[in-house]
């Protein structure tokens, strides 16, 4: 494969990659092939990758269709929950409306009861997901991903092995590793690009259908960015900082563009469409595909777990490789765990690695647009 | 060499000319509609025999062309109220419509802050409506509660306390244990969001409300920490931005 763009176009190319796959998912749908929407990291995408399916995000991150959730739901929500719960219900959603099979799992307490009413839109099936990450709550989610390929090969009457579960850890292992290469490069100091554009490729490369095409695509952007970065085309200095809490795509990417048009440059994102969903390795030694798949997923760091060892864990790895001189913690509103996270999060950071640290609730909404730059530049004067 | 420092804030604009040393002269002009137009009428009028740097800060910070830099209002309000008074700690700012709370690190830099953004309960604003409501003059309010009892208020939005107080002047409350009573809610509130972090030292009160020694005794009551002020507390935001700009020169 030949890249011959410019960076900026190929940025910008991933941004789209999400409109672009709406038209991906209909060829996809009229070839026959099974559609699966997931709401989360915790889902194990190996097992309908494993049956041929498609894996397509549903997590929806537009205020767009919050008007239409709030007849509903309460609106003292998270926004995600709102957002996602309204694009189903307006059916404006086209991986929504063209997903064979939905799946949640019991995560937050917001996402897990708005799964029973979504319910009535479509056909949706809910991995139980343990509160801990425990022996017996990852053999509990063990069981769990066991019931649901059996609710896979159910409903689309096939049968998966062990065998093609395999194929499909290698391959998905694969493409986290392109990904992990190109997050990389963040290390640099200073920065081979905007943490805007790095988080567009990140986002953009959930919606690539093609797996091991995306892992090459992505190598050659890591190859491009590299010889750019040695001719010396890279970021002027600029203040480091380390994104993490709840997921920042979409509305919510304010922040980092709030964080970046006021001179500081996002390096890394511990949060979920960063490192905490792509950086551990499924085991491809375990015997037990079933076991090395719970593992692996269950280890994520996510605030819904308690206690949540593993997001401290990731931090201070993260700290120590990317060397950012601040933390930005993102709290999107009324999500109760990451917000009720943050007062740890803040002494592990200001304790253990003395870096000023900043936590901000914020939704989908431009209306908070002023304030976040005011609190972003300040807080960037500040360092 | 002069420096000049413009705070564009909600309820007033203020600005600051300075020498590197001392205050030339101060301006402090109500804020219109037009926020543009309060920026360069202080312009005008304190840039008149020329000025070599000039930093705007406050929400309308990014209004003025003529300004060399734009900085925050909470390193400006940080600076400022060390300058006013070397030996703080904490700067509480009760603005028009909003609120903030910032910690100095030995050196007087920002150490960290806090800003109460999202609604404009516990502000200027606040305090303007209510004594509008109950028909007194603002600047009379430390003679308007001399010797009164503060009255319990429950509602703390903006919106809601104009008819509390409405119904409490109903129930034949006195207007002077109402405002108050209002004050209370205020400092209580403004001490609970600032003791998020944990506050040493001296606390130095600025914003528009820091010229009522009320607020001040109040805030001191509930932060449990000496609460100091100055004359010129109004105009933290735009001596610090001034004080910044002489730096550069």
């Known amino acids: 494969m030949e890249l011959i763009k410019d960076l900026p176009e190929i940025y910008e190319e991933f941004a789209e990659q999400r409109k672009k796959s709406f038209l991906g998912i209909k060829s996809l749908k009229e ?31 537009s205020d767009e269709t919050i008007p239409d959730a709030e007849k509903d739901l309460p609106r003292n929500l998270c926004p995600l929950i709102k957002s996602s719960y309204g694009f189903a219900k307006t059916d404006k959603c086209p991986f929504f409306y063209f997903s064979d099979l939905v799946v949640g799992e019991t995560t937050c307490d917001g996402k897990k009861k708005m799964y029973e009413y979504l319910a009535n839109f479509k056909p949706v099936h809910v991995m139980e997901l343990p509160n801990r990450q425990s022996e017996d709550g990852c053999t509990m989610y063990k069981n769990e991903i066991i019931r649901f390929k059996k609710v896979l090969e159910e409903k689309f009457k096939v049968i998966i092995t062990e065998d093609q579960i395999r194929a499909a850890i290698k391959e998905r292992n694969r493409e986290r590793e392109a990904l992990k290469r190109l997050y990389k490069l963040m290390k640099k100091d200073p920065a081979p690009m905007l943490g805007d554009d790095l988080y567009k490729v990140l986002y953009g490369a959930t919606f690539k259908f093609d797996k091991k095409q995306s892992a090459l695509e ?26 993490t809490g ?99 999060i803040k002494r592990f950071v200001t304790e253990t690695y003395h870096l000023p640290y900043m936590s901000l609730e914020t939704d989908y909404s431009v209306s908070d647009i002023g304030q976040l730059n005011t609190r972003m530049a300040a807080f960037l004067e500040m360092l | 060499m002069l420096s000049l420092g413009i705070d564009s804030g909600s309820t007033t604009t203020k600005g600051i000319l300075f020498d590197g040393t001392e205050i030339v002269s101060a301006l402090l002009v109500p804020t219109t509609a037009r926020p543009k137009e ?28 003529q300004a060399d830099k734009k900085i925050t209002e909470i390193t400006c309000h940080a600076r400022g ?79 809601f306390a104009e008819s509390e107080i409405v119904s409490l002047l109903a129930e034949g409350e006195d207007a002077g244990n109402i405002a108050l009573g209002m004050i209370h809610a205020i400092c209580k509130r403004t001490s609970f969001f600032a003791q998020k972090m944990n506050l040493e030292g001296k606390v130095f009160f600025t914003g528009g409300l820091s010229k009522y020694e009320i607020f001040r005794k109040t805030l001191e009551e509930y932060l449990q920490l000496e609460v100091h002020t100055h004359q010129m507390a109004q105009y933290a935001g735009a001596i610090g931005a001034a004080v910044i700009a002489s730096e550069t020169l």
């Not at chain 1, 070839?31 to 549903?58: D, H, R």
């Not at chain 1, 960015?225 to 600029?238: A, C, D, S």
């Open chain 2, 38 to 65: 309060s920026l360069n009428t202080v312009y005008k009028a304190l840039s008149q025999n020329g000025v070599d740097f000039t930093i705007s800060t406050g929400y309308g910070r990014g209004l003025l062309e």
């Open chain 1, 218 to 243: 992505i190598y050659a952007i890591c190859d491009k960015i590299e010889k750019e970065y040695e001719e010396g085309n890279h970021l002027e200095k600029r203040p480091r900082i380390m994104i």
């Open chain 1, 31 to 61: 070839k026959g092939v099974p559609i699966v929407g997931v709401f989360c990291t915790y889902f194990p995408q190996e097992i309908p990758a494993a049956m041929g399916a498609a894996v397509v995000g549903l997590c929806s991150t």
């Open chain 2, 81 to 159: 109220a060390a300058w006013l008074n070397p030996s703080i700690r904490v700067v509480i700012d009760i603005g028009g419509q909003d609120c903030k709370a910032i910690l100095l690190n030995e050196q007087r830099q920002v150490a960290d802050f806090l800003m109460n953004d999202k609604c404009a309960a516990g502000t200027g604003r606040f305090i303007e409506m209510m004594m509008r409501t109950l028909d007194a003059p603002l600047d009379s309010i430390d003679t308007f509660v001399q010797g009164k009892k503060p009255a319990s208020i429950s509602s703390m939005c903006t919106v």
């Open chain 1, 246 to 344: 709840s997921p920042v795509s979409g509305g919510a990417s304010k922040v980092i563009k709030a964080i970046e048009d006021n001179g500081g440059v996002v390096v890394v994102f511990e949060n979920c469409g960063g490192a905490k969903s792509v950086e551990e390795l499924v085991d491809e030694q375990n015997p037990d595909v079933y076991e090395a798949l719970a593992k692996r997923y269950l280890n994520i760091g996510c605030s819904c777990m308690s206690p949540n060892p593993s997001r401290y864990k990731l931090m201070g790895q993260l700290i120590e490789e990317f060397r950012p001189d601040a933390v930005v913690d993102v709290v999107l509103q009324a999500c109760h765990t990451y917000n009720v996270e943050t007062i740890g």
